[in-house]
Structures are given as structure tokens and as C-alpha cells.
């Protein structure tokens, strides 16, 4: 049977919910955790990459505006260079040699016109596919603002188109030549922006980024580095020239961070997956524990209920004797609480027995093994006595068994207690209807033999009557007839007939007694008393009397007896029952004792006595105790006494009594005959001829 | 002491039914010394056999005297109380009066026997004139429902020759009815019914009706409409 089936649907279902909400909850957590360790890692690294990328377009925006206005300063101080052409024409190719970004130099006078125009070596020249005139308008715009400015300033980047339908971007640098306060002219330097970058990034390398000038509408003018890829992270930033302003930017190669590649995220995955895998085991486990527990639980309940409803009482003793556990049933039989049962001295264990039972636990305790080995012992456990709480004495029954542990140990005694008391009440009953049958059966056969006698002597009796009657009226008749002699003597016959019928009914009857003398036969007196023991001793029990047997040590010479064993045992029975219910009322438990003692009487004879430790004969009862009828008792019938008597002195003795050899409690005593060796004989050659 | 029997009516008899010879005999002398009568069985059967005898369809007449039986309780065999029932099932307890001897241990059965009309028990021992006393009561008694017991013997005999129609003619003359009347109701002549009615007559030993109807309400034996 399992819990679902016993619990009702309705209240299995919350309960179940109640337990899976700690886990559900557990999960949710876990989830929004990971799930939030997992974004702040993947933001991380996006942040991280933002960052360098803002790193290196800061560094290649503050490179490349040095370079520029490197080259301005280098510009200027071409100009100052006054006269004539050649001695600018050498260091002009001198700059374009060291600065690669700078395709051309011209020199203009201050109408602009274009006196001296000087290429860059490396790179055809710039102004092969359109003249410089048809793109000479930004330069003309910013040479006209560097006047005004009187300083260097940059053109607005154009694009050159070049052979083979490509072309370069490029932007001017207009430096105004003044010379003592007059302007001479200008110097105009063409930058291309594409080496620009390329300087750039050859100075700081920026391997992961493409660097790129782009107009504000995103238009790339001129780019450098490895390709952008996806473009996810960008930066920007404004080269503030003079007269023009560059947007640099920085474009990261590196495409949004995956989840799976990075290592810290997968770190992080993993750690989840196996947290995860862990928290389902754990509540994998915990299922099968509280499956565990509930099974346990229940096979306990099953248990308690087992031991709620025995009868049996059950107590488990340790090695030491104390109590470790007893059940209910128990309890309500001694009638004492848990509490109480852990004393020292058992309260369950009547005064009187007290140091028989300890002496007896102690040899269990000594005996340990042999008792442990021999299970059979145990079944068929032992009697004795308990006491109840109110002090009543009670007969029980103890099977005991050795409790054994997990690891084999012998740890203590597991004993059932069964109450006797109920079924000894019906023995006792049982045993008095017996008595009380046995009497029945006695009267009645007494009655029988009472009406069998008294039938048999009334039929001659009444003849007799008949005749005498008959013949009084005949002698009366006032008119006798001749018949009438004839037929007072057929009277007179008749009834000496009868009578003398009547005689042969007496002389059988002691015929019967007689014969009942006979049949006397020679037995151990011992064996006489311990005939009557267990009918004795089943008495004794109701009043928790001990019976004791005292025998003539062994090494003495047997005794015999010649009596009639079934009336001897009968008086034995009635002088025992008498002294058991002598002591009933008043004899304190442990005092309770009968004796049944047989030794040598005077020669020829052996001596009974018969002694308990009760309150003794009152003189006033004394006188009368062997009167017919005379008794003390109310169910008594005054017979007990007067027929032990008629019988003792039938067997030629007497019976007497006086007080107990220790002076407490009555002694009965009688003597009987010991047979004489030839008359066994005798009887034994009868026997065997019956 | 007890007052004479009317001697027309025969001689009184006794009957002894007990196992017991000795007592038996011993009864039947004391009997004897009184100058009455007794006649001794030793079992119920030997006097239930004898008295199938007597009271035999041919002699209708049984007891010809007033008799008395005297009945032991125990016996072996046929018990005293089933001989007892026996003789009350013939109808002859008026005329043959039972007088139970009964050893201790039998009273509560004589009572109850007492009760269906036994004339009465005794315990033994008895005193053996007080119940030679009570058998002279019994025989008493016997004799006064004689002559009524044994008319309507006769009369039951006669009733029983009578044809069907006879007695239907019977039963309305006894009622008053005029033969007129009764030949109407019975569908036939006026002259049949006096032939009938001289028959019933002649048959039941009568001269009226109106000694008819007296015969008839005599022991309230007539089991007619």
C-alpha cells in the first residue's frame, strides 16, 4: 500500500505542490542568475571592445593631427624660403621624399597662380587625369580664408580621380608666405588621406581596426588597416584642422562577442550546465528520500499500530536488566507509566518474590549465551508472578527472546508478556465446577445408594405393614368367617418372610463395607503426598500459597503405608485445603506457606503432618472442630474434618492437632500403618490372583 | 365405616397393577381381610392385554360392577402413567377410577396425572387402611356413574344401528318438529316419517320423543346436527 493510495487525491495535490515550490523557485533563480552572469559577460566584452576602439581612434585622431601640423610647420618653413626657385625646389623634394601623405607641393603667387608645382616621388602624379585647375577650387577657398587669416589653412577634402578610374582623396594646406608684413604668396601642400592613415597606423599599429575619414553622412573618404568586418563597434572622432575639420574613424574588426567562442562565457555556460545537473540530482535524491522517509514513516505507523493493538505486553530489556521499551499493552497490565518502569527495581515485581526474581535475573544475565543459543528454551517460556500497580498479584507468562542489532550484537531481551490471570480465573472456575460436580456426583451416588436401600427395605417393610394391618383388621372383624385362621397364619408367614428379607438387605450393605476394607494397599509414603500435590498446589494458587514437600532426607529407609490410597488422598486434600484457607485472610503473602510433612512415627507406623502458618484454632473452635456439621465457613458443609477423622481412625490412628512445630499456624497430624513385610507379600499374591 | 355398595350393581373389583410381587400380594391380602375383591397383574401390558379382552366390540357390557385400578408408577415396561392414558383414551376413566402408587421422585408426575383425571396418588409408604379407605371412595364413585356410563353405551350402540335417514328424522323430532314439517324438509310423504320415526323408536328403546330426547342429552354423547 503506498501513501498516494492512503492520502485523499485533494490533499496529496498541495502538498505536492508545497514541496516542488522550493525547487521550482530555486530553478528560477538559478536561471535569472546565470542568465544575468551570462549578458554582463557578453556586455563586457562588447563594452570592452568599444572601448578599444575608442582607444584607438583617440590615439590615431591626436597621431594624425600631429603629423599635420608637422607637416603645416614643415610647410611654413618651405615658405620663408625667399627668392629664388631652385632653393626651394631642393628642400620641397626633400619633404616629399620624408612625408609620403604629401603627393604635391605648389607655390602661388598671391593671385593664386601656380608658379612652381613639385610631385610627390613615390606616386604618379596627382593631376594626370583632371587638371589641377578643374579641382583647384577648395585650394583657392582655402588659400583665400589663409590670407584672410594670415595663417595655414586646410582645404576641404576633394577627390582626384586618378588613372584606371580610381582616384584618391586629398585635401590642401595653404600656407600664406609673408615676408616683412607682406604677403608673397602661398604654399600649397596636397595631402592624400589615404597615406595619411597609413602613417598613422604605421606609427601605432592598430591591427584589429580599419581607420577611415568619412564625410557626416558616413561616406568613407579614405581608409587603412584590415577590413571592418560587421562594424558592430565603432568610434569617431573630429580632427580639428585649421579651416576644416576631418571625421576619423575607428571601426573594429571584431564582430559582436557569440556566446559559444568566448572562453569566460563558456566558463560560465558550463558552470551553469553542470549546476544545473547537480541541482537536478540533488532534487532527484531528495525525491528518493522523502519516497525514503515516507515508506519508513509508514512501515513505522505500521508498526506502532502493530504493537498499539497486541494484548501481549511486550518489554525489551537491555544487558543490564533496565527497560528500553515497552509497548502499551504492557503498560495497562502492570498498570504503571513509561516513567515508572524505568526504575531500578522493577515496579511490576511483588516485595515478596523480589529477591527470587533478582537472583534469577542475575543468572539469565551470567547464563547469557547458553540462553541466547537455545531459542527452543525461549518458546516455551517460564511462569511467574507480577504485581499491578494497585498491588494485586497476577500470574503471567514470559516467552523471551535475545534482542539482536544491525551488527549481530546480542543487546538485550525482547520478552512478550501474556496475562494468565483471565484464563486462571477460568480454571479456577472450571476446577470448582469440577468440585462442585465431584460433590454433585458424590451425593447423588450417596442418593442412589439411598434409594436403592431404601427401596429395598421398603418392599418388605411395606408387606410387613400390609400384613399386620390386614391381620389387625381381621381381628377386628366383628364377624370372623372360617377362613380367617387360615389366613392370619398365610399373614403371620409372610412376615417373617419379609423380615427376614429385610435382614439380608442390612447384612449387604456391610458386606459392601467390608469389602471396601479390603482393598487397602501398601504404598511410599511419599508417594501418597506427592499424589495430592497437584491438585493441592492448584488450589494453593489462587491465594499465591506455596506448597512444600517434607520428605525424609534421601539416605534414610523408605517408608511405606498400607491404607486406602483414594480416602487417604482425600483427607490429605481436605487437611491441605484446610490449612490453604486457614491462612487466606490474614497471613501475610510471603508468610504463606504449607507443609507436607511425612517421618517415622512410633514403631510400626508413619506420621503425617499437615501445617500451615495461619492464625491457629480458637479454643471455642477447637472442641468442636470434628462435630458433624459444625463449620466456619459459610459454603462449607462441617464434613471436611469429621470424615478425615472416621477415615483416619478406620485406618486405626488418630487424628490430631495442635499449634505449628514453630509455634505459629495449626499442625493436623495422624499416624498409619507401615505394612508388614509378609502381608505386602500377601497382597501382592492377591493382586496378581484378582 | 364406608357406606355399602348397592349390591345390584355386581360385585366390586379391584385391579392391581405393580411390579412387585411381594407388595402386591401383601395389598391384595389386606384387601382380602377387608372382604373385597382384587384381581393382580404384574405389568401394565399383562393388564392392558387383558383388558383389550374384556372390552372387546362383542362384550360391550365391560365393567359389569364398579372396579377400581391401583397403578404403580415406575414399572418396567408400559409405564403406570402410559397404562394410565391408555384406559383414558377407552373412556373409562368414570367407571375404572385410578389410584397412582408412587415411590419419592414420582409425586410431580402423579400430580399432573391427578390433573387429567386420575382419581388420585399415593405416596409410598402408605398407610395401608388409609388407602384401602380412598380404593373404597373410588370404588364409590365407580359405582354411582355406572348405570348412567352404561346407558349411554346402550344408547351409543343403539345410535350406531341407526340408518343415515333415521337419524336425520331423529334429529328433528328430538327438535319438536311436527312429522309434517320434517316431511317437507326432507322431501318426503307424511307416511314415510312415521315409519322412520316407529323405527328410531323401537331401536333406541324409547316410547316418546320426549324419553328420546332424554336418552340423547344423557352424557352429552350425541353427535348429531
Redo the contacts between chains.
Keep these: 500500500m503506498t501513501a498516494a493510495a492512503v492520502v485523499p487525491e485533494s490533499a496529496a495535490a498541495p502538498r505536492r505542490l508545497r514541496r516542488a515550490l522550493p525547487w521550482v523557485l530555486l530553478l528560477l533563480l538559478l536561471g535569472v542568475a546565470q542568465t544575468l552572469l551570462l549578458l554582463l559577460t557578453v556586455r563586457y566584452e562588447a563594452t570592452r571592445a568599444q572601448d578599444e576602439t575608442e582607444l584607438v581612434v583617440g590615439e590615431m585622431a591626436s597621431e594624425i593631427r600631429g603629423a599635420l601640423l608637422l607637416a603645416e610647420q614643415q610647410l611654413q618653413a618651405l615658405g620663408w624660403g625667399p627668392g629664388p626657385v631652385d632653393a626651394w625646389r631642393a628642400p620641397a623634394a626633400e619633404l616629399l621624399k620624408a612625408r609620403r601623405e604629401l603627393r604635391r607641393l605648389e607655390r602661388r603667387d598671391n593671385a593664386q597662380n601656380v608658379l612652381e608645382v613639385q610631385d610627390s616621388p613615390y606616386l604618379p602624379r596627382l593631376f594626370m587625369q583632371m587638371p589641377r585647375s578643374a579641382l583647384g577650387l577648395e585650394a583657392e577657398a582655402a588659400c583665400g580664408v589663409a590670407r584672410r587669416a594670415a595663417a595655414p589653412t586646410f582645404s576641404r577634402s576633394y577627390f582626384v580621380p586618378t588613372a584606371a578610374g580610381l582616384g584618391s582623396e586629398v585635401m590642401d594646406l595653404c600656407v600664406p608666405v609673408q615676408l616683412a608684413g607682406r604677403s608673397q604668396g602661398f604654399v600649397v601642400g596636397t595631402f592624400a588621406l589615404t597615406p595619411l592613415l597609413e602613417g598613422a597606423l604605421a606609427v601605432r599599429p592598430a591591427r584589429r581596426h580599419e581607420i577611415s575619414f568619412v564625410e557626416g553622412d558616413g561616406t568613407r573618404l579614405a581608409r587603412a588597416g584590415p577590413s571592418r568586418g560587421a562594424s558592430t563597434y565603432r568610434a569617431e572622432r573630429i580632427i580639428d584642422l585649421p579651416g576644416a575639420q576631418l571625421l576619423l574613424r575607428a571601426d573594429s574588426s571584431s564582430a559582436a562577442p557569440s556566446v559559444i567562442p568566448n572562453l569566460a562565457t563558456a566558463l560560465v555556460l558550463g558552470l551553469s550546465l553542470a549546476l544545473f545537473a547537480v541541482v537536478l540530482l540533488l532534487a532527484r535524491d531528495v525525491r528518493r528520500r522523502a519516497r525514503a522517509e515516507e515508506a519508513l514513516a509508514e512501515a513505522l505507523a505500521f508498526r506502532q499500530a502493530m504493537e498499539n493493538s497486541l494484548v501481549t505486553g511486550l518489554r525489551a530489556r537491555d544487558l543490564a536488566g533496565a527497560i528500553t521499551y515497552v509497548n502499551p499493552a504492557f503498560c495497562s497490565m502492570v498498570g504503571c507509566s513509561v516513567q515508572e518502569l524505568k526504575a531500578e527495581v522493577p515496579p511490576y515485581w511483588p516485595p515478596e518474590h523480589l529477591q527470587a526474581y533478582q537472583r534469577r535475573q542475575a543468572a539469565r544475565m551470567q547464563g547469557l549465551a547458553t540462553v541466547a543459543r537455545d531459542p527452543a528454551e525461549a518458546r516455551e517460556g517460564f511462569e511467574t508472578v507480577f504485581m499491578r500497580q494497585d498491588g494485586e498479584r497476577f500470574p503471567v507468562m514470559v516467552y523471551e527472546a535475545p534482542l539482536v542489532d544491525g551488527q549481530g550484537r546480542h543487546t538485550g531481551w525482547m520478552s512478550a508478556v501474556v496475562d494468565l490471570s483471565a484464563q486462571r480465573r477460568v480454571e479456577d472456575i472450571s476446577r470448582q465446577q469440577l468440585d462442585r460436580l465431584q460433590a454433585t456426583a458424590r451425593l447423588a451416588t450417596v442418593g442412589e445408594m439411598a434409594?436403592l436401600l431404601?427401596?429395598e427395605l421398603?418392599?418388605?417393610?411395606?408387606?410387613?405393614?400390609?400384613?399386620a394391618?390386614?391381620?389387625m383388621?381381621?381381628l377386628a372383624?366383628p364377624d370372623p368367617d372360617g377362613a380367617t385362621p387360615g389366613?392370619l397364619r398365610?399373614?403371620l408367614e409372610?412376615i417373617a418372610e419379609?423380615a427376614e428379607?429385610a435382614g439380608h438387605v442390612i447384612k449387604s450393605v456391610h458386606d459392601f463395607v467390608r469389602r471396601r476394607e479390603q482393598q487397602h494397599e501398601s504404598l511410599a509414603a511419599g508417594a501418597l503426598l506427592e499424589s495430592v500435590l497437584p491438585l493441592a498446589r492448584l488450589q494453593a494458587r489462587k491465594s499465591s500459597t506455596r506448597i512444600e514437600l517434607d520428605l525424609p532426607p534421601p539416605g534414610a529407609p523408605p517408608l511405606r503405608v498400607r491404607c486406602d490410597r483414594t480416602m487417604l488422598e482425600q483427607v490429605l486434600l481436605n487437611l491441605a485445603r484446610n490449612g490453604i484457607q486457614a491462612m487466606e485472610t490474614a497471613t501475610p503473602l510471603q508468610d504463606r506457606v504449607l507443609t507436607l510433612r511425612v517421618r517415622p512415627g512410633p514403631p510400626g507406623r508413619v506420621a503425617f503432618s499437615v501445617i500451615d502458618a495461619g492464625a491457629g484454632v480458637p479454643p471455642e473452635v477447637a472442641e468442636r472442630l470434628f462435630t458433624p456439621f459444625f463449620t466456619t465457613r459459610a459454603e462449607g458443609m462441617g464434613l471436611g474434618l469429621s470424615l478425615c477423622r472416621t477415615v483416619i481412625e478406620q485406618h486405626g490412628g488418630t487424628l490430631e492437632f495442635g499449634p505449628g512445630p514453630l509455634g505459629v499456624g495449626t499442625e493436623f497430624r495422624f499416624t498409619l500403618a507401615a505394612p508388614k513385610p509378609a502381608q505386602s507379600d500377601e497382597t501382592a499374591a492377591s493382586a496378581m490372583a484378582a | 365405616m364406608t357406606p355399602a355398595l348397592d349390591p345390584l350393581l355386581g360385585i366390586p373389583v379391584v385391579y392391581l397393577v405393580d411390579d412387585e410381587d411381594v407388595v402386591r400380594e401383601a395389598l391384595a391380602w389386606l384387601l382380602r381381610s377387608r372382604r373385597r375383591l382384587s384381581e393382580q397383574f404384574a405389568s401394565a401390558d399383562t393388564f392392558l392385554s387383558w383388558l383389550a379382552r374384556q372390552t372387546a366390540p362383542t362384550r360391550p357390557n365391560w365393567p359389569a360392577s364398579p372396579a377400581c385400578l391401583v397403578l404403580d408408577v415406575r414399572m418396567p415396561g408400559t409405564s403406570g402413567l402410559a397404562l394410565f392414558e391408555q384406559v383414558a383414551e377407552r373412556g373409562l376413566l368414570p367407571v375404572l377410577p385410578v389410584i397412582f402408587l408412587t415411590g419419592h421422585g414420582d409425586v410431580p408426575t402423579a400430580v399432573a396425572a391427578v390433573k387429567r383425571g386420575a382419581f388420585d396418588f399415593v405416596e409410598k409408604p402408605f398407610s395401608n387402611n388409609a388407602l384401602v379407605d380412598r380404593i373404597e371412595q373410588a370404588l364409590q364413585a365407580s359405582a354411582a356413574e355406572l348405570p348412567p356410563w352404561r346407558a349411554g353405551r346402550l344408547r351409543d350402540r343403539a345410535l350406531a344401528e341407526l340408518t343415515e335417514r333415521e337419524r336425520e328424522v331423529m334429529s328433528r323430532v328430538v327438535a319438536g318438529r311436527p312429522n309434517k314439517l320434517i316431511a317437507d324438509e326432507l322431501g318426503i310423504s307424511v307416511r314415510t316419517v312415521e315409519v322412520h320415526r316407529a323405527r328410531i323408536f323401537e331401536k333406541m328403546n324409547v316410547g316418546s320423543a320426549v324419553e328420546l330426547a332424554n336418552l340423547l342429552r344423557l352424557g352429552g354423547g350425541h353427535d348429531g346436527e
Excluded at chain 1, 421398603?458 to 400384613?467: C, R, V
Design positions: 434409594s431404601s427401596h421398603n418392599q418388605p417393610l411395606a408387606a410387613i405393614a400390609s400384613y394391618s390386614g391381620s383388621n381381621l372383624d389366613l398365610q399373614a409372610r419379609q428379607r
